[in-house]
């Protein structure tokens, strides 16, 4: 009796994941980990279309598909039509869904409490607020059953420096909108968290903590483990809760700040 070879299953699809502000800084360094741990990526700039296509030469570099598309997460009215376009990314892939949403995107504001202006505070709500809210609920029905969903908060929204209340203010509010999504999408089977990443050098906010040598050994000698955080800091942690196996993290804040202002 002639045995016959077993026979290979198909590999299974590799993950997609869509990051927005995927341009520069953590957004960059997190779609560039998640490229080396296997995922294709759908990455969203504003403005800095030329970054945005040199990450995308990195991760095709890689090995993995990837598509740019613009988007401005302050204009919630173009949330709708940006759904329409990653659903095409989608088709052009032979997938309509997509497994991982990162919620990076964002700007941030320094100015004491008594000068901000409502113009600042509006700006920062539909940025860090509204629009991940919206955005999300844009992207529900193209989020794959047992996915995963990332919102980007900041170690401001647990302690406080001067300077921050309305980024911070907003930042809380993501991490109680983290909260809702989890009990709400579990039936699902979709898993939200937050990350919460401390000073990081970066051009975020005129790269002041990159920068400045003053702010730079303030913010180290702040910090347990003795120095400002790196961009690859926080751009692994997203790809670990991203990760096959930790999809049972779920509704939680993960603080990525080496141990600042305990």
Known sequence: MSSQPPSSAAAPAAPIALVTGGSRGLGRNAALHLARQGSELILTYRSAVTEAEAVATDIRGLGRRVAVL??????????????????EVLADWGRDRFDHLVNNAGTGVHAPFAATTEAQFDELARIHLKGPFFLTQALLPLIADGG????????????????????????????????YLAR??????????TLAPGAIETDFGGGTVRDNAEVNAFVASQT????????????????????????????????ASGGMML
Request: proline share 4%; aromatic share 6%.
């Open 148 to 179: 995963r969903i990332l919102n980007i908060s900041s170690g401001l929204a647990r302690f406080a420096l001067p300077g921050y209340a309305a980024y911070a203010t907003m930042k809380g509010g993501i991490e109680v909108l983290t909260r």
């Open 184 to 193: 709400e999408l579990g039936e699902r089977g979709i898993s939200v968290n």
């Open 70 to 87: 613009p988007l401005d997460v302050a204009d919630s009215a173009s949330f709708a039509g940006f759904a329409d376009r990653v659903r």
């Open 224 to 255: 347990a483990l003795g120095r400002v955080g790196l961009p690859d800091d926080i751009g692994a942690v997203v790809a670990a809760l991203l990760a096959p196996g930790t999809g049972w993290i779920n509704a939680q804040r993960i603080e």
